[in-house]
């Protein structure tokens, strides 16, 4: 595809049009799974591309629908696989939840419950909520690899018969990387049979959702004009950015296919697309 294409049609990343987007922002925000890693495995050429953007001055965020983790044990997964990120520049759904209910004004005195993993709780407890004691004024659905039928009728009971309970969902990913070979059942097969049996939707605060982008804006103060989008999911990574007027870059490497992105039918369409996020580093050039 060349630059004269129409705006609506995904390019292909070329050293003209990468040129372009790489002066026209100031911060990437990248997902993690399937862009940065798949499972435990780095994906190749990511701490090079990442280490070009930091010596160019531009800002590195990472946004992602995990919920299993907190921000601190994702900053230990990136140092594990050798790539040097600060808790600040993490953003994940199991913190967009606790702080949905913090900038909600969330009665402290008033239980979550969670269908979830250790980064919710770890999350909720750094923000000062409680998941012992007191009425359930809030149920929280992430990934929950320990999911059972007690934890889905508790919750059920919970949204049903607690006057105002809140039903809150980290995101509604079908799919997610468990290794670097298989997709396994994501956050959102929790919450549709919470949403089956309650018959209620939930407030997503994971991407697509711009929850996430109002703490954005709001730490680094960088207009969403001027900041891409990485992903590999069309359904989150690029609609998340679409939505908030980011520019877009769809990567090959996780879930999204070229068949699927040039797919008739498809109607989220990224401004740009190219294999892996190592492809920026060879077309930039030195």
């Known amino acids: 595809m060349n630059d004269g294409a129409s ?3 995904p390019q292909l990343l070329s050293p003209q049009n990468a040129t372009d987007l790489f002066h026209s922002v100031d911060a990437f925000l990248f997902d993690c799974d399937g862009v940065i890693w798949k499972g435990d495995k780095l ?4 701490p090079h591309t990442l280490e070009l953007l930091r010596s160019k001055g531009k800002k590195l965020i990472f ?3 995990n919920s299993t983790k907190s921000r601190r044990q994702y900053a230990k997964k990136f140092h594990s696989l050798g790539i040097a990120v600060t808790e600040e520049e993490i953003f994940l759904s199991s913190f967009a939840a606790a702080m949905f209910l913090k900038v909600n004004e969330f009665p402290p005195e008033k239980k979550v419950y969670v269908i979830g993993e250790e980064g919710i709780l770890d999350e909720l407890e750094l923000a000062g909520f409680i998941g012992l004691g007191g009425p359930v004024g809030a149920v929280v659905v992430g990934l929950d690899q320990y999911i059972n039928y007690y934890k889905l009728q508790y919750a059920t009971l919970c949204i049903r018969e607690n006057p105002g309970c809140l039903f809150v969902a980290t995101n509604r990913d079908a799919v997610g990387h468990m290794t670097d070979l298989q997709e396994w059942p994501g956050a959102g097969c929790m919450v549709a049979a919470v949403c089956g049996s309650t018959q209620k939707e939930p407030i997503v605060v994971g991407k697509p959702s711009t929850f996430m982008m109002d703490f954005l804006l709001k730490k680094y103060q960088i207009s969403t004009s001027r900041m891409c989008m ?5 359904d ?5 950015g679409k939505n908030a007027g980011c520019r877009t870059l769809l990567v090959l490497s996780g879930v999204t296919t070229q068949s699927t992105l040039q797919d008739p039918t498809n109607d989220i369409l990224p401004e740009y697309y190219t294999s892996k996020i190592s492809d920026l580093l060879n077309l930039l050039g030195p």
Do not use: A, C
């Open 43 to 46: 994906i190749d050429g990511v």
């Open 236 to 240: 989150t990574d690029i609609l998340f």
């Open 63 to 65: 946004v992602t629908n």
């Open 230 to 234: 990485v992903g590999d999911r069309l």
């Open 7 to 9: 705006p609506s049609i």
